[in-house]
């Protein structure tokens, strides 16, 4: 039954509620406070953020909080025209970093269209400033598509992050629907670019599961992702972040994620996270660890 013309998502099932204790995620939070720092965590409203912070891990979002597109499916403010990025964010990340003695940084931004290199730029600059402060640590970047842009990419590939990273979403009879100006084809243009010029880089990618796919469309997207040569996949259940935005198709069951996982490995991918609560970034260090 619908209420005032308002879709109702279905009750949440057990698989799907999180229960974690506070520890440790106060300490996470006051230093990105301290340091006036995003992170892509509270931004997305990500299920796995009491988690993360418990662990002293975040994943940071870079060139500030407003993107310049507008998916359907994604909870980051949107601003056509948002505020320069600034000059001195890859040395206060660096900084959030030490002080949570990380190993592994995970960075990602909003879509900057305004940039001549669409942010590629302060991507480099975060892995180089990150290596100079933390040169034990390892940094994984999840980007947007550049519009494209080989040179874009390849300027990030040649600062050498530890896994480059960029989302195709979902399956591509939806793609169109659910996202701004991002196109399938273009994302796997994008994944085989820089699975060819990342000079050994391992390439991942990632999808959500309800947003109305069927079981082959799911199939064929990760043909077309182990096609393009992706080698790290994950796969997690897509939750409205509210009514406003793409309506939620179904629950999908942790036994489907399962079986998807298995298809994955079958099909060649060296690292698959396929569950309901996997995010793009979620024990990322530990996904990439499979694959040495």
């Known amino acids: 039954m619908q209420g005032e013309g308002k879709p109702v998502r279905p009750r949440l099932p057990e698989w799907i509620r999180v229960r974690v204790g506070a520890n440790g995620a106060g300490e996470v939070s006051a230093i990105l406070q301290d340091l006036r720092l995003n992170t892509v965590c509270s931004g997305a409203m990500c299920p796995n953020l009491g988690e993360c912070f418990c662990h002293g891990t975040a994943t940071f979002l870079i060139m500030g909080r407003n993107c310049t597109r507008n998916c359907k499916f994604c909870a980051i403010g949107h601003d056509p025209h948002p505020e320069p990025p600034e000059p001195d964010e890859a040395v206060r990340l660096a900084e959030a970093a030490v002080r949570l003695k990380l190993r592994y940084v995970v960075v990602t931004s909003v879509t900057r269209d305004d940039l001549p290199d669409g942010g590629a730029g302060c991507f480099a600059t975060v892995i180089e400033e990150l290596r100079r402060r933390l040169p034990e640590a390892e940094t994984e970047v999840l980007t947007p598509d550049f519009n494209g842009d080989e040179n874009a990419i390849r300027r990030v590939l040649e600062a ?41 880089i391992p390439v991942k990618s990632g999808l959500m599961l309800g947003l109305g ?33 793409w309506p939620l198709a179904r629950y999908v069951t942790p036994a489907e994620f399962e079986a998807f996982g298995a298809f994955a490995r079958e099909l060649g991918f060296r690292a698959v996270a396929s569950a309901p609560l996997v995010r ?12 040495r």
């Not at 659910?178 to 010029?197: K, M």
């Not at 796919?213 to 259940?237: F, K, M, N, P």
């Open 160 to 200: 050498r992050p530890a896994v480059f990273n960029h989302n195709v979403e979902t399956v591509e009879r939806l793609s169109s629907e659910i996202r701004t100006r991002a196109t399938y084809r273009r994302t796997l243009e994008v994944l085989r670019f820089a699975a060819s010029a990342g000079e050994g």
């Open 213 to 245: 796919e069927s079981d082959e469309e799911v199939r064929r997207t990760l043909r077309d992702l182990r096609e393009a040569g992706v080698s790290i996949v994950t796969i997690g259940q897509y939750l409205p972040p509210s009514a406003a935005h």
């Open 280 to 291: 793009s970034s979620y024990h990322a260090g530990e996904l990439v660890r499979e694959t």
